[in-house]
């Protein structure tokens, strides 16, 4: 029933590591994004894909690629994981709706990286 | 450039009474949303309420309503009749026609019983 899932919801690991972080929707929507969360709680765009296809993509490292499969799916891969990467990541999605208007965006519960 | 700005990192209210977040904005743009999530302790983020920039009429959702004041940048967000449920961060954010949502720092509340 859950409608954007992430997996793992907590990610320990070493630095200099390469992880994955997948996310999944089952709501039909055409867009999906990946947030960072920061120690003070400040919510950060990273990448967004409409229909698979790249249209946002802040200043991010290029250690962190966004790869879709198909349009349910958006996974977060990360190579040489650093301490600064240690955060809450949120996976969320939206669907344009008419007249060009997009509907809120739905998010999933989040993923606790921890870089040791 | 789009910001937000939530000048208020703390709020307290007593449980049942009326707290009021506060929150600025700016954007170049004129067709914009605006939208007020919930971050409760178990990190959900959890759509509270919406408001499309061309809509004069205040959003209202239950205790949640809202005071949009455009000419001034303004979106508050009003909890009537506070519950200790309500205890949570409180992020207002802002999204132009690129689909591209900003966030404030947040407001935390605290439900004072």
């Known amino acids: 029933d859950t409608a954007v899932s992430q997996t793992p919801k907590y990610l320990v690991t070493q630095m200099g590591n390469d992880k994955s972080i997948k996310c999944e929707q089952n709501?039909?929507?055409?867009?999906m994004y990946w947030y960072k969360q920061d120690s003070k709680k400040f919510l950060k765009i990273m990448f967004s894909?409409?229909?698979?296809?790249?249209?946002i993509n802040e200043t991010v490292p290029n250690r962190f690629s966004p790869k879709s499969p198909d349009k349910a799916h958006l996974n977060l891969h990360i190579n040489s994981l650093e301490l600064g990467d240690s955060a809450v990541y949120f996976c969320?999605?939206?669907?344009?709706?008419?007249?060009?208007?997009?509907?809120?965006?739905?998010f999933g519960d989040g993923t606790r990286l921890s870089i040791l | 450039a789009q910001t937000v700005t939530q000048s208020q990192p703390e709020m307290s209210v007593q449980e049942a009474e009326t707290v009021t977040l506060s929150c600025t904005y700016d954007?170049?743009?004129?067709?914009?949303?605006l939208f007020w999530y919930k971050q409760p302790p178990s990190r959900q983020m959890i759509l509270v309420i919406r408001?499309?920039?061309?809509?004069?009429q205040n959003a209202t959702e239950n205790r949640f309503s809202v005071n949009f004041q455009k000419a001034a940048k303004s979106f508050s967000l009003k909890i009537s009749d506070s519950q200790l449920g309500d205890a949570a961060m409180y992020f207002c954010?802002?999204?132009?026609?690129?689909?591209?949502?900003?966030f404030g720092k947040g407001t935390r509340l605290h439900i004072l019983p």
């Open positions: 969320a999605s939206s669907q344009e709706g008419g007249q060009g208007q997009r509907q809120p965006q739905h």
């Open positions: 709501l039909g929507h055409d867009t």
């Open positions: 894909y409409n229909n698979k296809e790249l249209i």
């Open positions: 954007t170049s743009e004129s067709d914009y949303y």
């Open positions: 408001q499309e920039a061309y809509k004069q």
């Open positions: 954010a802002s999204m132009n026609r690129d689909d591209k949502i900003i």
